[in-house]
């Protein structure tokens, strides 16, 4: 671990979505003994990456209704008007970096839609989140307060002027009289934007690489964009943009493959290890945007698949689809051993990615 601390590695595709769907695995920190990583304040640290039912359950089911597949399908029209508009921006030709100017973006902006923020706001979100992911400990605990104190005065502003934005939706959610609590909304908030924006940034970047760096798949999917939805699957199984779980920890001595972990220590899961299993996946080092088999890890799997897993497919759809469309020269400016990976075993994410248009 980055700090010297030992954790469990479980790796095979059988054993990690066992290991997944195993209540007897917490990500409720309270079970630790182990290695927990970069600790949150309260009112960020109470969101569905950090519980386990019934509590997790709540929550959840209060917040799922805006993440249905049909109210995700209705935002297409917006997030298309996003991705032209970015790359109506862009110098014909190039070279551009397509992480600052288009991946980037891309997805702060379509969480300032949910949010309903103005451009000020998002610009702000952008700057903090990334100071949170490739910041030192102190500049990332000042982006920490910082997204803290914007979320508490957004939520103030909701609760006594709501809107038709998904953080009013939140503020208004209601399940048999329930409702989540301030700390709760924080959090959840912190987790659409820290979440929505990181992961669909490695999604666009490390799938336009992946594309980049094998032509003959570039050229399958341009003459076929029906291919599209499949691809992006292939994208998400291919790179991962979390290669591994949040951490987790077992509520007793636990045999996972053999070996017993004793309990409370720290156990992560290797997603980008299992998408690649050779006994789960034919030809698993293979891009193939055409793999009709493709039940990746990515989302996770059971009771924490990922609530955000429609939008983030569609993002990456509209985003690599319009983009593939618009620039059919599209091209690496720079050789593949010059390019630069973000400083974190937690997510892959190129840091730039010049390309010519």
Same mark, same amino acid.
Request: aromatic fraction near 6%; charged fraction near 25%.
């Given at each position: 671990?980055?700090?010297?601390?030992?954790?469990?590695?479980?790796?095979?595709?059988?054993?990690?979505?066992?290991?997944?769907?195993?209540?007897?695995?917490?990500?409720?920190?309270?079970?630790?003994?182990?290695?927990?990583?970069?600790?949150?304040?309260?009112?960020?640290?109470?969101?569905?990456?950090?519980?386990?039912?019934?509590?997790?359950?709540?929550?959840?089911?209060?917040?799922?209704?805006?993440?249905? /597949?049909?109210?995700?399908?209705?935002?297409?029209?917006?997030?298309?008007?996003?991705?032209?508009?970015?790359?109506?921006?862009?110098?014909?030709?190039?070279?551009?970096?397509?992480?600052?100017?288009?991946?980037? /973006?891309?997805?702060?902006?379509?969480?300032?839609?949910?949010?309903?923020?103005?451009?000020?706001?998002?610009?702000?979100?952008?700057?903090?989140?990334?100071?949170?992911?490739?910041?030192?400990?102190?500049?990332?605990?000042?982006?920490?307060?910082?997204?803290?104190?914007?979320?508490?005065?957004?939520?103030?502003?909701?609760?006594?002027?709501?809107?038709?934005?998904?953080?009013?939706?939140?503020?208004?959610?209601?399940?048999?009289?329930?409702?989540?609590?301030?700390?709760?909304?924080?959090?959840? *908030?912190?987790?659409?934007?820290?979440?929505?924006?990181?992961?669909?940034?490695?999604?666009?970047?490390?799938?336009?690489?992946?594309?980049?760096? *094998?032509?003959?798949?570039?050229?399958?999917?341009?003459?076929?964009?029906?291919?599209?939805?499949?691809?992006?699957?292939?994208?998400?199984?291919?790179?991962?943009?979390? /290669?591994?779980?949040?951490?987790?920890?077992?509520?007793?001595?636990?045999?996972?493959?053999?070996?017993?972990?004793?309990?409370?220590?720290?156990?992560?899961?290797?997603?980008?290890?299992?998408?690649?299993?050779?006994?789960?996946?034919?030809?698993?080092?293979?891009?193939?945007?055409?793999?009709?088999?493709?039940?990746?890890?990515?989302?996770?799997?059971?009771?924490?698949?990922?609530?955000?897993? /429609?939008?983030?497919?569609?993002?990456?759809?509209?985003?690599?689809?319009?983009?593939?469309?618009?620039?059919?020269?599209?091209?690496?400016?720079?050789?593949?051993?010059?390019?630069?990976?973000?400083?974190?075993?937690?997510?892959?994410?190129?840091?730039?990615?010049?390309?010519?248009?």
């Amino acid at each position: 671990m980055p700090d010297g601390a030992a954790a469990w590695v479980v790796s095979g595709y059988g054993s990690v979505r066992l290991a997944l769907a195993d209540p007897r695995l917490s990500l409720d920190k309270r079970y630790a003994t182990g290695w927990v990583g970069f600790r949150l304040p309260p009112a960020l640290d109470a969101n569905l990456l950090n519980m386990d039912p019934p509590e997790h359950t709540r929550i959840r089911a209060l917040v799922s209704q805006a993440f249905t /597949p049909k109210r995700v399908q209705a935002m297409r029209p917006r997030v298309q008007r996003i991705a032209d508009g970015l790359l109506d921006a862009l110098p014909p030709g190039g070279p551009v970096d397509l992480i600052a100017t288009f991946a980037e /973006p891309l997805p702060i902006a379509v969480i300032g839609e949910l949010f309903d923020v103005p451009a000020d706001d998002r610009v702000r979100l952008r700057g903090w989140t990334n100071a949170l992911l490739l910041g030192g400990r102190e500049e990332a605990g000042a982006a920490v307060q910082a997204i803290q104190a914007f979320f508490v005065e957004l939520i103030a502003r909701r609760r006594a002027a709501p809107g038709d934005d998904l953080l009013s939706a939140m503020v208004a959610a209601r399940d048999e009289g329930d409702r989540l609590s301030e700390d709760e909304l924080t959090s959840l *908030a912190f987790l659409v934007l820290f979440a929505g924006y990181e992961n669909t940034v490695n999604l666009i970047g490390n799938g336009v690489l992946a594309l980049l760096r *094998a032509p003959e798949q570039l050229a399958a999917l341009r003459a076929d964009p029906g291919l599209l939805p499949s691809a992006i699957d292939e994208f998400l199984r291919y790179d991962p943009s979390a /290669p591994v779980s949040m951490r987790r920890f077992p509520t007793e001595d636990l045999t996972i493959d053999g070996v017993t972990v004793p309990k409370g220590e720290t156990v992560l899961l290797e997603l980008a290890a299992a998408n690649r299993d050779p006994e789960r996946f034919a030809d698993p080092d293979a891009l193939d945007l055409a793999r009709a088999d493709n039940p990746h890890l990515t989302f996770g799997h059971g009771v924490h698949y990922c609530l955000g897993a /429609p939008l983030a497919r569609l993002e990456g759809q509209v985003a690599i689809g319009t983009l593939l469309r618009r620039c059919p020269d599209l091209a690496l400016a720079v050789p593949y051993d010059e390019l630069r990976w973000r400083p974190t075993f937690r997510t892959h994410g190129l840091v730039e990615l010049p390309v010519n248009l």
